[in-house]
């Protein structure tokens, strides 16, 4: 079998490693030439976009902000999985908090904004605490400005002031104390069954996802039976197929929605060695019709982002039940160049590996490693 | 890094899958016409054997039988682990019957045989019941007969008439009534470190591997502790580096060894799921100089090779736990096609697990699985 994955980056090599051993081959579409290429390597193959859209069993995609023209022509092959409607509700937020309100499924409360006069009313209703998101092409913190204090406003608007809002209109939500951030990942197959692995919480720095910890500590059965239903109210409600991630903000006992992903997610790398069947493997097999595969969990995992750095001793590779995913890139600032998976026992088990961890990285690039070792070691 | 493998088969694909996260890219030499191939496509790469060899890291092998003119060659890089006289030991019978007696490690009494005639001096020593074998060129129950009954002797004589004892010397061992055989893989570093999965017991039909599982039942921490130290003897005698395969005879509480592998080994396939760091993960580690993995077991697995049957239901992965792993090669009377393997939490879940298994599969290409079945549930 054969799916093509549009984007090239690594999302579509792990699908490519996990395709292998099924006997699927994962071929990429480089979005930015419209070229078909290896997934790890990068090199072009000997096959057109048009060539390998006919020769592919389904296509898929690694990121949601897929040009709308190459998502037309994927989804009138009819092998586009999950379907365009539902890639680009996680490429527009207008799009997804349509779907979060016509679904009931609570989320930050929020209000569209196509003039930035309509800022004022926002304050009023919403207070003067707020998240500004532009409704499209938004992505690790980009796209998105703050309101701490009403007295800041008009300096608010002016920084907006440049932005076409008839084109791309913004987001306003209302700034949610939330306790943490967890996210759900989960799968649903062509039959509309549905899998959800054990919720990760997910620690940011700068607007970018630096480490999961999975299953997250303290979430107790009705909590995780809550986001699996969550999960389950959106996936059928858009007849999704394949991997779909949820991004949630615990207040309490209530989950509110923040973002959905409809691919494999960030969030889901710790199921590499923390579960049975990997995202990157049960993406695959909801797309090919394939039964899914378990979804529990072994042991508890931490993924930690290497984010920024390309230099950092292997040596950290002595840490029992530690793996690196190297993604092969050119180092820049913020960009992902690969992450460390790794598993424990218990929570204290896993604190004391991200201890040793810490020992084996430059620090400044991973500002989230030693609190949360410690925060685990006393869990 | 880069590691060159000799060999082009479903070894170096798995070593290929496995390097790929560490940022290790495996590059395989097809040995039939010196080609340097991509392990997965077997597609030539662009560059040729001297090439490949100058960029290498380290250089490998995924089988013994490589041609001596290419491992020559390859240890004259001083990049060749584990080293060429570690890789004909496992080519040749006579080297490794040497090294087990140099090294005191308990193995089959055993004869080395160059003119037919010395048969007669075999049975008067070692009995009428023995196993003769080319001490080069065997593989998967090639090049091996039986003699179980003095008075077949001349018959037997007259089949091995042709054969050029000179070039190749028969290795006559006594049929041993042993009650399983077991396998240990395990990992040495350059460093000497050495770690060893739990024993795997194997069950063979028509001198083929049919069914692994791990860790083998019935084994108590003596008989892991006698194994491991067999290994060890052996390992550190050879100074050997990467993963050797060591299969072995039990026969009460004694462990005989019957044969060296000198790479990743189809009896180490359940790692992949069954255990922390999979073999093809620990070897390219060791190779590369970095730290060795985890080898602890996750549960109990099994490992169910595919053997020259190329149509089955995919609905076997909807057995939790299964993963099946193809290797896309083209179908041929008893050739490995791919495997299957299952991990459980006990071995009565896992006979369950094989005895569903048992239902999508041609059972005629599976003639050890009902059976294995119904032994686990009743384990």
Do not use: W
């Given at each position: 079998m054969r799916v093509l994955i549009y984007g090239a980056g690594q999302l579509a090599q792990m699908m490519y490693l996990a395709g292998c051993p099924l006997g699927i081959e994962v071929q990429a579409v480089d979005v930015k030439d419209d070229s078909v290429v290896h997934p790890v390597s990068k090199l072009p193959l000997e096959l057109n976009l048009t060539q390998a859209i006919e020769a592919a069993d389904a296509l898929s995609v690694e990121f949601e902000h897929v040009p709308e023209r190459l998502l037309e022509q994927a989804a009138a092959s009819d092998k586009l999985l999950p379907s365009m409607s539902n890639i680009l509700i996680g490429a527009d937020r207008v799009r997804e908090k349509k779907l979060l309100e016509s679904l009931n499924v609570p989320n930050c409360a929020h209000r569209l904004v196509t003039d930035l006069t309509q800022l004022d009313?926002?304050?009023?209703?919403?207070?003067?605490?707020?998240?500004?998101?532009?409704?499209?092409d938004g992505y690790d913190g980009y796209g998105q400005w703050r309101l701490t204090d009403r007295s800041k406003l008009d300096a608010l608007k002016q920084s907006l002031q440049g932005l076409d809002l008839d084109a791309v209109p913004?987001?306003?939500?209302?700034?949610?104390?939330?306790?943490?951030?967890?996210?759900?990942?989960?799968?649903?197959?062509?039959?509309?069954?549905?899998?959800?692995?054990?919720?990760?919480?997910?620690?940011?720095?700068?607007?970018?996802?630096?480490?999961?910890?999975?299953?997250?500590?303290?979430?107790?059965?009705?909590?995780?039976?809550?986001?699996?239903?969550?999960f389950?109210?959106?996936?059928?409600?858009?007849?999704?197929?394949?991997?779909?991630?949820?991004?949630?903000f615990q207040c309490g006992d209530t989950l509110l929605v923040n973002e959905l992903a409809p691919r494999v997610h960030n969030s889901g790398h710790w199921t590499q060695s923390g579960s049975v069947t990997d995202q990157f493997e049960n993406h695959l097999r909801a797309v090919c019709g394939?039964?899914?595969?378990?979804?529990?969990?072994?042991?508890?995992?931490?993924?930690?982002?290497?984010?920024?750095?390309?230099?950092?001793?292997?040596?950290?590779?002595?840490?029992?039940?530690?793996?690196?995913h190297w993604y092969g890139k050119t180092v820049r600032e913020k960009r992902k160049m690969g992450h460390i998976n790794v598993g424990a026992a218990d929570y204290a088990e896993l604190g004391d590996k991200l201890a040793a961890l810490s020992q084996y990285l430059p620090l400044e690039f991973f500002p989230k490693l030693e609190k949360e070792a410690r925060r685990l070691r006393n869990a």
């Open positions: 009313e926002c304050v009023e209703s919403l207070g003067e605490r707020l998240i500004i998101k532009a409704s499209r913004l987001i306003v939500e209302q700034m949610v104390d939330f306790d943490r951030e967890l996210s759900m990942v989960g799968v649903r197959d062509k039959q509309g069954n549905i899998s959800t692995y054990p919720l990760a919480e997910n620690l940011h720095y700068k607007g970018q996802l630096h480490v999961s910890v999975a299953p997250a500590p303290e979430v107790d059965t009705e909590l995780q039976k809550r986001a699996a239903h969550i389950e109210t959106l996936a059928s409600g858009m007849d999704y197929v394949g991997v779909l991630a949820v991004e949630m394939l039964p899914l595969g378990d979804v529990a969990a072994i042991g508890v995992s931490a993924m930690v982002n290497i984010i920024g750095c390309g230099s950092f001793s292997r040596e950290l590779l002595s840490i029992k039940g530690s793996h690196l």
